[in-house]
């Protein structure tokens, strides 16, 4: 069977949920094929790392050690895969593709120009990793909205597509929205139609159009964007609004998405959503409830935490527990009744001095108070910090992140960090095997003395510290092969004091949720 292909695009607005469209579809379609999601973002950045999260939301981290788009978490939690740092093509990666062919002299005598040499790269690139991972079918998602200057040149390159792969294997589809305006309640085509005509005006004739709306579509306006923007009336489908973005398969199917997609690529995969389908129950019928301090500086933000968001829906949906978040600002933290009424803490990571004091002192309320704590990453260095101050004695300790001249740098940069100048995808990242100690709740949690977290962090516990603070009764419940690192720690007195070094988050899935998640959330419930 030739490859497929699905290019999907988004208009209208921006923060449609593209990604979670697009990681649906395949879900839809995963049973019998395997699945290649691509993203290509416009931005000249070679990937996220390097942004703010203000700017950009969550970074993602794949095994592989690359810091990609979001929309990957996405892709990993619907279609079970394993992403790869090359399916995350950006326009940064892109011209500096270009620029090396240009100077090895790929191109000699030729003018470099958008049109084909860059659109190339995109194409060969795209067809590289189908060809490489044998997919049988490869969602491309097109960042941002069409018109807008930053994606013209991956619209031109998928457009392109079209001639090279044959129009029976590939087929676009285009995200748009459908508005109630107030007053009028009712539901509105013209910017669908608007936005096709963008798309249009660039050779790309969508084949199925997902109207996102607070509503499922009317017959009348599905009728109506099928007349005006040329599909067929079946291929507008819609793209209702949810509380759980793990039930846009079973709209989409409802829909008669996955029979449009199996006509018009001519593959057959039918969707098994009948575990999905419990899960879903279990989300929306939960019986018990916490609530849960999430301890951040960007907390105005919550994309920023987007993956530990799902870690807590992958344990109601296991636990029949409603997580409810209270978002805490720590920078300037004053208010001690904080906790009240709080049944967990969680201290995720960040960078920076930016609220770390706020988040030493909620940690230390945790501790004393015997509420259940999760700390990731930032989360472990703070409470390795908060007992160093307050159970070791260690006056001033702190990370040498944070303070360069602490008289007790407990925290401090990994040996192979020092000499690192440029910042872009050089911390310590990706997937790194920890040996778990038995014995700990940690390891009663991962049920397995070896287990593999993602990571990215440039400061680690000081190995010159780590007497004291065992000798005072922390517990190293897991470190890195060589013994070297700490990369999980507990307080074994307490109810639930766990942290970790990595990103735990990064890994949960509906099917098998992170295990310090799942014991955190059974410890708040308790
Ligand atoms: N800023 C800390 C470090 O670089 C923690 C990073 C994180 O939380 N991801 O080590």
Redesign the pocket.
Known sequence: MAVKYIIVTGGVLSGLGKGIAAASIGHLLSSRLKIIPIKCDGYLNVDPGTMNPFEHGEVFVLDDGAEVDMDFGHYERFLGVTCKSSWNLTMGKVFDMVRKKERRGDYLGKTVQYIPHVTDVIKEHIFKIAGEEGADLVIVEIGGTVGDIENELFLEATRQMKEDVGKENIIYIHLTYVPIPYGVNEQKSKPTQQSVNLLKQRGIFPDVIIGRCSQFLTKKVKTKISNFCDVDPQAVITGLDVEDIYEIPLIFEKEGLAEILHKKLNIYSPPDMRKWKQWIDNLRNRTKEITVAMCGKYTELVDSYASIVESFNHCTAHLGCKVNLKWVETTDLKDTSILDGVDGVVV?????QRGTEGKIEVIRMARERNIPFLG????L?LAVIEFARNVCGLTGAN?T?IDPDTPHPV?DILPEQKQVEEKGGT?RLGAYPAVLKKGTLVYSLYKSTEVSER??????VNPEYHEILTENGMVFSGRSKDGRLVEFIELPDLKFFVATQA?PELKSRMEAPAPLFYGFVKACMD
């Open positions: 995720p990571g960040g960078f920076g990731l990453c930032l989360g260095q990370s992140e925290i911390m990571h990215r962090h440039r400061y680690e990103h």
